[in-house]
């Protein structure tokens, strides 16, 4: 049986249906959670969670950097299964999922590169280094930033979707590297996740957590906002081979 993009004529990719009011309703839900423990999660970093014996307050980038990483990959994670879910069905609506997430995870994953030389300068005396984890995560980035170049290169909405979904896919597959790359190689980046090694206070838990709520939310709110926007270009671009 041929998917719904295959039955359409060369270059158009059919919209799904508007967004109903249930999708802004959720939008705003997202926004005003963002608003609301994203101080809350400034407060904590800054006054409840204890400085680090070690690293001083450099540390307390690690509220920011560690939640940015999580997402980035939740991100990359979406691309992942929404450029599958498009070359199975060719639906564009999977074509719109996987672009917004891709957009929105190429923001995560640059606050993690800025915010991971401002805790490493004062910690290991240089804002960067080759580093495995280091290394693999800036290919990450570039994975994906050439997604959304790809994306824009491409002029026929067919054969964009389906090559930014078979990239979508292959990308991916540096998630898993960049996790284990501080265990397969020597590198000056802890090897564990710090909720794996056990050995997190309290304090430092609880205000990690917020911070990967507030991320989640944030996240969650720009998709929304991402997807809106694709849905009017998928509807000019209707328009433009209606005319």
């Known amino acids: ?8 004529p060369v270059g158009e ?16 839900l997202w926004g005003i ?12 970093a800054f006054f409840y969670a204890p400085e680090d014996a070690n690293q001083g307050a450099a540390q307390r980038i690690f509220y920011i950097h560690v939640p940015s990483a999580w997402i980035g990959f939740l991100a990359f994670l979406v691309v992942f299964v929404a450029s599958i879910a498009f070359l199975a069905t060719g639906k564009r609506k999977w074509d719109d999922m996987a672009s917004s997430s891709a957009e929105v995870g190429v923001i995560f994953t640059t606050a993690v590169l800025i915010t991971g030389p401002l805790w ?4 290991w005396g240089v804002y960067w280094t080759w580093d495995p ?28 979707a389906k090559f930014s979904a078979v990239l979508g896919i292959v990308g991916f597959l540096d998630v898993p590297i960049v996790y284990l790359s501080a265990r397969w190689w020597r590198s000056e980046h802890p090897t564990q996740f710090v909720v794996e090694s056990g050995d997190l206070p309290a304090q430092m838990l609880v205000t990690l957590l917020v911070g ?25 671009e209707l328009e433009g081979v209606a005319r």
């Open 133 to 160: 984890r280091l290394t693999s995560f800036l290919m990450l980035w570039l994975i994906y930033l050439s997604y959304i170049v790809l994306r824009g290169y491409v002029p026929e909405p067919i054969r964009r």
């Open 212 to 236: 990967l709520a507030t991320f989640t939310f944030l996240f969650l709110y720009l998709l929304s906002v991402r997807r809106s926007v694709a849905r009017l270009r998928a509807q000019r």
């Open 33 to 44: 959670a963002t608003l609301v423990t994203l101080p809350v999660l400034l407060g904590m």
């Open 1 to 8: 049986m041929k998917t719904d993009a295959l039955q359409q």
């Open 120 to 123: 490493g300068r004062p910690v």
């Open 13 to 28: 990719l059919r919209p799904d249906a508007v967004a109903g009011p249930s999708s802004g309703s959720r939008r705003r």
